[in-house]
């Protein structure tokens, strides 16, 4: 069963608007929860993390909120750049090893 | 830096012939990943070692094996590729210094393209 969830496959958005993208996760295993980038044939990069201790990180544009009561996760970037279209992994960091578990995903298509 | 490379960055193999992926990290990290991404799915962990000289099997570790002998250096071969292992693998690595921060996350190389006929 999967332990983390990225329900919108996509999401497009018009340029200057707000993203908002969403992870579910189902237990409470992880320490820290990370966003990754990633462009067409290149590797993902590290976007932005927040510790399970907190309930908001901000960075520039980017913004990650977590609800652990909800088990839920979302990164708003505001505002949106075409330069932003890509794919947006959720993964969590397993408290043990430090091992992560991803989502699949969501394509972020920005309008100009 | 280079940060994390791979080797090759394309593959075409038959079934039943054997390989071996190169990943190789310049910037001095303890622990070393191997994850395959299929379409529509996020990325798999098949292995990983937390030091020179060890390994350890992650989500999808059949039909894969590791070898981690130099500290820099991780390798991940095939010995009878099937075309299930047609994927994207990405080699990964990450410092951590014991005290979980949010600078200690992983680092990923740009990815080999493997096509299992």
């Known amino acids: 069963d999967q332990q983390v969830k990225q329900n919108s496959p996509s999401l497009s958005v018009q340029e200057g608007r707000i993203s908002i993208l969403n992870c579910d996760y189902t237990?409470?295993?992880?320490?820290?929860f990370l966003w990754y980038k990633k462009y067409p044939a290149e590797g993902p990069t590290f976007l932005i993390s927040?510790?399970?201790?907190?309930d908001k990180n901000e960075d520039g544009r980017f913004t990650v909120f977590l609800n652990k009561s909800a088990k839920h996760l979302s990164l708003h970037i505001v505002p949106s750049q075409p330069g932003d279209s890509a794919v947006y992994f959720c993964?969590?960091?397993?408290?043990?090893?430090?091992?992560?578990?991803f989502g699949k995903g969501t394509k972020l298509s920005v309008k100009p | 830096n280079a940060g994390v490379t791979q080797t090759p960055k394309f593959r075409v193999l038959k079934t039943g012939q054997s390989m071996t992926l190169l990943c190789a990290q310049d910037?001095?990290?303890?622990?070393m990943y191997w994850y395959r991404q299929d379409p529509g799915m996020g990325l798999r962990l098949i292995h990983y070692s937390v030091g020179e000289g060890t390994t350890a099997k992650g989500e999808v570790p059949d039909g894969y094996n590791v070898s981690r002998l130099k500290k820099q250096n991780f390798l991940l071969g095939l010995e009878s590729a099937a075309p299930s292992q047609t994927s994207v693998y990405f080699c990964?690595?990450?410092?951590?210094?014991?005290?979980?921060?949010?600078?200690?996350?992983?680092?990923f190389g740009p990815g080999t393209r493997l096509t299992v006929l």
């Open positions: 993964a969590l960091r397993g408290r043990s090893q430090g091992n992560l578990i």
């Open positions: 990964a690595s990450r410092l951590t210094t014991g005290a979980r921060t949010s600078t200690d996350t992983q680092y």
């Open positions: 237990n409470s295993m992880f320490d820290y």
């Open positions: 927040i510790s399970s201790i907190k």
């Open positions: 910037m001095n990290h303890e622990y």
